[in-house]
């Protein structure tokens, strides 16, 4: 149990283009998402707590027009890269938790973002 | 400022040995210590957690040892295997539903078989 998946694995766009990633908790549903960003042999950094019903959370530093999140369900998160650029070519992990108790975050298996 | 920090940065065991990795904490808040294991290329896996209630978890051959006093927490992996090397994350975390986790910096393992 506590499956989450997120979409696309990879992906590849031009600079100016927009990328959206989708993360889904598979069989659980989830009040609370959030989107991370790893840089090779780093640590995760969170971006943005995303909520249900509700406008993001966004970390300090972070763009929240460049990185527009949408929670529109229980067990749907996107965010979408906009106006993307060879900078913001990173991994992308999105993590979630169930409602119920003290549950542990489970993550998806991250977007490798190139921006060419 | 760190809040978790992580040690060693990298770590090389022979297969068959015990692998130890080590995060000292400064928030005596926090109530959850997880440990994440991240292969290149995915998300982080949980693979054990712990709260401060208890000194030790153990589960199959991966051991949390936590000591509240010394804010500090690590983890045992026993009987090492190539198949265990990847990254490790520590992280802490202070209770509530919107949990946001505070994560260390990592730690490398290689297992030489």
């Known amino acids: 149990g506590a499956v989450v998946s997120q979409h696309p694995s990879w992906v590849i766009c031009k600079s100016g283009t927009s990328v959206k990633i989708e993360c889904r908790s598979l069989?659980?549903?989830?009040?609370?998402m959030f989107w991370y960003r790893q840089f090779p042999k780093q640590s995760l950094m969170l971006m943005a707590t995303s909520n249900e019903g509700s406008k993001a959370t966004y970390e300090q530093g972070v763009e929240k027009d460049k990185f527009l999140i949408n929670h529109a369900s229980l067990t749907l998160s996107t965010l979408t890269v906009t106006s993307a650029h060879p900078e913001d070519s990173s991994f992308y992990i999105c993590?979630?938790?169930?409602?119920?108790?003290?549950?542990?975050?489970?993550f998806g298996n991250g977007t490798r973002l190139t921006v060419t | 400022q760190q809040q978790v920090k992580q040690s060693p940065q990298s770590l090389i065991v022979q297969k068959g040995g015990i692998s130890i990795i080590n995060c000292a904490y400064e928030n005596t808040a926090f109530d959850y210590f997880p440990w994440y294991q991240q292969f290149p290329g995915k998300g982080p896996a949980l693979l054990i957690a712990i709260r401060p209630d208890v000194s030790e978890k153990k589960e199959g051959r991966f051991t949390i040892s936590f000591n509240k006093s010394a804010k500090q927490f690590s983890l045992h992996i026993m009987d090492s295997q190539p198949g265990d090397s990847a990254t490790y994350f520590c992280?802490?975390?202070?209770?509530?539903?919107?949990?946001?986790?505070?994560w260390g910096l990592g730690t490398s393992l290689a297992v030489n078989p």
């Open positions: 993590s979630a938790r169930s409602n119920r108790g003290f549950s542990p975050l489970h």
């Open positions: 992280a802490a975390s202070i209770g509530g539903n919107n949990r946001k986790l505070i």
């Open positions: 069989d659980f549903q989830a009040t609370t």
